[in-house]
């Protein structure tokens, strides 16, 4: 059975920087493309940030410049570095992984929002 546990999250200041980790298991990991979604109050789940099989990287214009995901095919993890951060930034973030032949681009990452296995989500809190 998949499974994607997430670690990480709570509450940071305005300009702080924060990082966010999902264990897999239970898939073929180096199978997956993994990303990273977040749903903040009364809004839809918005996709964030992506990383393929190959570990190309791709981003949504609103953490562009400022998230890194990477991902560690020996541990089976997905992490997500969140630097100046920001009160709008304030969601419930998710970790996703999506069975994948190669390459993920962005309009694959948010025309699958609802594709795939999903983490229990972790609360990131910012505010002063």
């Known amino acids: 059975q998949a499974q994607l546990v997430e670690s990480g999250g709570g509450l940071v200041q305005p300009g702080g920087s924060a990082a966010l980790s999902c264990a897999a298991s239970?898939?073929?990991?180096?199978?997956?493309?993994l990303g990273w979604y977040r749903q903040a109050p009364g809004k839809e789940r918005e996709w964030i940030a992506g990383?393929?099989?190959?570990?190309?990287?791709q981003y949504a214009d609103s953490v562009k410049g400022r998230f890194a995901i990477s991902r560690n095919n020996v541990e089976n993890t997905v992490s997500l570095q969140m630097n100046d951060l920001k009160p709008e930034d304030t969601a419930v973030y998710y970790c996703?992984?999506?069975?994948?032949?190669?390459?993920?681009?962005?309009?694959?990452?948010?025309?699958?929002?609802?594709?795939?296995?999903w983490g229990q989500g972790t609360q990131v809190t910012v505010s002063s």
């Open positions: 996703n992984a999506k069975i994948s032949f190669g390459g993920m681009p962005a309009a694959f990452w948010i025309q699958g929002a609802q594709a795939g296995y």
């Open positions: 990383i393929s099989i190959e570990a190309n990287t």
């Open positions: 239970g898939i073929n990991f180096r199978t997956f493309a």
